[in-house]
């Protein structure tokens, strides 16, 4: 796992935060200076703070968990989207449905409805409805995949919440924090830090800053899914390896069974023969 240096932070723009009096004074550890009446974020600070969110998603999507990801900015997005998508982990994009983690099981429930909908599509059902009930039943479902599409595959409350910009989304973070769910978020100087387990301090409105992060952050999680898989195949070959020696071992078991029997017959077939002798001396 590489981790952006100073460098490669202060090309994307990550330094800049908000203007002066926007900001949350929470936010003081992580703030450099201050030039022209707006913050500048300390970067080294950024880049271990980042390293360390790194290293525990990478631990969290080693042991087959997931991650929720969460960006409903405008510039942020399509990124998400693709980022996300391409470590094949769930993600919010359009407005955060209140409830999403306390009240899961009624959005599992809305996801279903959308399976019930394809189902019918493919048996054969939806065709025999009406015009009017197929458009309400294909907006419905449009609708539904628009708003839970991607969190589709999501059978179960994830394991961490990653949200770019923590003041935006903060009822995504506030259900987090409820249900005990590690947050990860990139938290601007206008944001407050307290309710952020993992806390990456940066510049959370440019794209070039959103898209830096996002990368190494992905990067660590297609990591410790790389692992998984990797220990995954050992286990099976370990197991693999074991039944082919539990023969083996009965093999050699019936043998030395087999041993121990004609050594026992030999012993008494000895043991039997002066016995027999004995009669024809006195003779």
């Given amino acids: 796992m590489s981790t952006?240096?100073?460098?490669?932070?202060?090309e994307a723009g990550c330094h800049f935060g908000h203007m002066k009096r926007k900001?949350?004074?929470?936010?003081?550890?992580?703030?450099?200076?201050?030039?022209?009446?707006?913050?500048?974020?300390?970067?080294?600070?950024?880049?271990?703070?980042?390293?360390?969110?790194?290293?525990?998603?990478?631990?969290?999507?080693?042991?087959?968990?997931?991650?929720?990801?969460?960006?409903?900015?405008?510039?942020?997005?399509?990124l998400l989207a693709e980022k996300a998508s391409s470590v094949n982990m769930p993600y919010v994009i359009e407005r955060w449905p209140g409830g999403m983690l306390t009240n899961f099981p009624t959005i599992r429930k809305a996801v279903k409805k959308m399976?019930?909908?394809?189902?019918?599509?493919?048996?054969?059902?939806?065709?025999?409805?009406s015009k009017r009930e197929k458009l309400q039943i294909t907006r419905q479902r449009a609708k539904l995949e628009k708003n839970l599409g991607s969190i589709a595959d999501l059978n179960r409350l994830p394991s961490a919440l990653f949200v770019v910009d923590v003041l935006k989304e903060h009822i995504a973070v506030a259900e987090a924090n409820r249900l005990g769910i590690p947050v990860f978020g990139i938290v601007d100087t206008n944001s407050n830090p307290n309710n952020i387990d993992f806390v990456i301090p940066a510049n959370d409105d440019a794209s070039k800053s959103i898209e830096l992060i996002l990368d190494t952050v992905c990067a660590s999680i297609a990591e410790g899914l790389e692992e998984r898989k990797v220990e995954k195949a050992d286990e099976k070959a370990s197991a693999e390896q074991t039944e082919e020696k539990a023969p083996r071992r009965e093999r050699r078991r019936v043998a030395r069974r087999n041993e121990e029997a004609e050594v026992k017959e030999t012993v008494a077939v000895e043991a039997e023969a002066p016995a027999a002798e004995a009669p024809a001396e006195e003779a």
């Fill in 4 to 10: 952006p240096n100073f460098d490669q932070l202060l």
């Fill in 23 to 78: 900001w949350n004074p929470a936010m003081a550890p992580y703030i450099f200076m201050e030039r022209n009446g707006i913050h500048i974020i300390d970067l080294y600070k950024t880049q271990a703070k980042l390293e360390e969110a790194a290293a525990a998603l990478r631990n969290i999507a080693r042991g087959g968990k997931k991650i929720l990801f969460v960006a409903t900015k405008k510039q942020a997005k399509e």
């Fill in 115 to 129: 399976t019930t909908i394809d189902k019918m599509t493919n048996d054969g059902t939806f065709d025999n409805l």
